[in-house]
């Protein structure tokens, strides 16, 4: 078996399953935000049953229009919070929360060889610690909140080896866009993607969060790697819970093996509105952008901010357009203010945020108007994902938007 | 037996595109309902009536796990979408909540925009009145025609806890 069908069956309590395969599976930790735990809530109250199933496998974050942006939204808030304190269960308020998926790992909430469900699609970000982590919606994660299992259908997995050492400037973000625009936005539609080779295992663990938290974004179910001592020892330093490390086996069956040498891999930028739509950044041409964003579940942890503020300290921030950075947790804000970074980016010209969802999905701080460019750090450019359908979003990891937002423009970092 | 018009649309329409984030500060289905599809088509919301049909090609749904996306759906009237094929958690948020999806790379194929078209979702048939063709649907897998005939996962699963006693908190270790 594979690693998403050696966890499987685990969490089945199956000896073996395979691709196509209904199961139902314990779950470890279920997760729901603002936007659909009020919907799960509503659908777990039609259950009749009055407890979750164990108040400390659930995590309730409210993080995509918090601190509340309109009487609307802290509505929903509300229903979040009076549902937290009465179940028990774990709950981030403003002050202490962060982005879902940059504060569970860091919390030690999740750890390798869990099962993770979550109502908000990158949930598969924590397939970087050697779990199985995969979004849902509201119905699914009342259920899960009910009964503590989930059915699923065993996906098929597509491998991908990288071998090489990536070029400075190159990062988890490139590598995830870069097999997004060879495989395209339904590439990995169902399956389960794995994530391997050379320049994997030197990948830093912010690196693989940042990897698999775009999985979906090919379609992939989950994207998973191999929980390594690196992965093993980041949530030993988190968690009291015993890591379980899985494996795949070595005659493994895989839907498709993709190989890809990154060793010469630029930097990568995906154009509007899909985030397939790659190019290399010397290939993007001459973009003039009236904003930048750094943060989000995907590029909004400390490592992201460090090289960030590697490029920006000492310089300014283009007079024709705003950078606004946010970090992604509590715990990395506090860091990245330790090591002198908000000051740089103060210094700078930029806006620093509390944590937030925000502008990634257009709620709020920082939404474009109509034919504005945005160059962000997030994980998707649809149509009117970040404000006006008439604006633009372009993806790129934290070097390339630093560096852009000295520019003025969509520009390599080493420019 | 489902009939209505048709409403067309290409490849990789997103969550986003079906109700955009900034109406996610509110789950009422009516309220979702009024802004589906206006990112990509300003004119679905004020054409579709009850019994319509989304057509579109391949992946429909991609993008966020917002449940909002096939609620706003069917409260706009919406009676079933037929796509080439779904995005994996848009698939499952509407078998969930009832809203009938159909993967059928032919009956996208063979209707255009304004057609009228027949569903019979026990066989799985699309006919194709305005074009006098018909059309099968894959038919879904045992274990999710289950949660369909209960009516949606809450059903389903009722009736699971409601016959398994026993099952209904589970043990903490």
């Known amino acids: 078996m594979n690693l998403a069908e050696k966890i499987l069956a685990a969490h089945a309590g199956k000896d073996h399953v395979a691709p196509g395969e209904f199961i139902s599976a314990k779950v470890d930790v279920v997760l729901a935000n603002d936007i659909t735990a009020p919907i799960a809530i509503r659908e777990f109250q039609k259950l009749g049953q009055d407890k979750v199933f164990d108040p400390k496998k659930i995590v309730l974050v409210p993080d995509h229009f918090v601190p509340n942006k309109d009487i609307a939204s802290a509505e929903q808030a509300k229903i979040l919070r009076e549902f937290a304190r009465a179940q028990g269960v774990n709950y981030f308020e403003c002050g202490q929360m962060g982005i879902e998926h940059v504060i569970l790992h860091e919390k030690g909430l999740v750890i390798p060889g869990d099962l993770v469900v979550g109502a908000d699609s990158h949930t598969c970000t924590y397939g970087a610690l050697g779990a199985f982590a995969t979004g849902m919606g509201s119905t699914d994660i009342a259920v899960a909140m009910a009964t503590g299992d989930v059915w699923m259908k065993v996906p098929p997995t597509i491998k991908f080896v990288y071998s090489g050492k990536l070029p400075k400037y190159v990062g988890g973000k490139d590598l995830i866009l870069y097999t997004i625009g060879q495989i395209g936005v339904d590439g990995a539609l169902y399956a389960a993607m794995e994530f391997s080779g050379e320049a994997i295992d030197n990948l830093s663990m912010s690196g693989r969060f940042t990897m698999a938290n775009m999985a979906i974004e090919a379609g992939g179910k989950a994207g998973l790697f191999f929980a390594d001592k690196k992965a093993v020892d980041y949530a030993r330093n988190r968690s009291k819970r015993s890591p379980v490390v899985f494996e795949a086996d070595a005659d493994a069956a895989y839907q498709a093996i993709h190989e890809y040498d990154v060793s010469r891999l630029e930097p990568q930028v995906a154009l509007p509105h899909l985030p397939s739509n790659v190019k290399p950044v010397s290939q993007v041409g001459q973009v003039f952008i009236d904003q930048v964003v750094i943060g989000s579940c995907t590029n909004g942890r400390f490592e992201d901010l460090q090289v960030a503020a590697s490029i920006l300290k000492g310089k300014k921030v283009n007079s024709n357009l705003r950078c606004i950075i946010i970090p992604g947790s509590q715990q990395v804000y506090l860091e990245a203010l330790r090591a002198g970074y908000i000051e740089a980016f103060i210094e700078a010209g930029c806006a620093v945020s509390t944590p937030t969802c925000g502008p990634c999905l257009g709620g709020h701080m920082g939404i474009l108007a109509a034919g504005e460019k945005c160059l962000a750090t997030t994980n998707r450019n649809f149509i009117g994902r970040m404000g006006s359908p008439r604006s633009e979003v372009y993806l790129a990891g934290p070097a390339v938007a630093a560096a852009s937002a000295v520019a003025g423009k969509i520009v390599s970092p080493e420019s | ?173």
Not at chain 2, 84 to 110: D, M, Q, T, W, Y
Not at chain 2, 150 to 172: C, M, P, S
Request: proline fraction near 4%.
């Open chain 2, 1 to 173: 037996m489902l009939k209505g018009h048709v409403f067309k649309y290409g490849a990789n329409v997103d969550t986003d595109a079906i109700i955009p984030a900034r109406y996610l500060n509110v789950s009422d289905p009516y309220e979702l309902a009024r802004h589906c599809m206006e990112d990509i088509d300003l004119d679905f919301i004020k054409k579709a009536k009850p019994g319509d049909v989304i057509v579109a090609t391949s992946n429909f749904g991609c993008g966020s796990s917002r449940e909002h996306a096939p609620i706003a759906i069917k409260a706009s009237g919406i009676s079933a979408v037929i796509a080439k094929s779904f995005a994996r958690i848009f698939f499952r948020n509407a078998i969930n909540i009832g809203l009938p999806l159909l993967e059928s790379p032919e009956a996208v194929e063979g209707t255009d925009a304004g057609d009228e078209l027949e569903i019979d979702l026990a066989s799985g048939t699309i006919k194709n009145l305005t074009k006098g063709k018909t059309f099968k649907a894959a038919a879904y897998p045992e274990f999710m025609s289950g949660i369909i005939k209960a009516g949606g996962l809450i059903e389903y699963t009722r009736e699971r806890l409601k016959k398994n006693i026993g099952a209904k908190t589970t043990k903490v270790a």
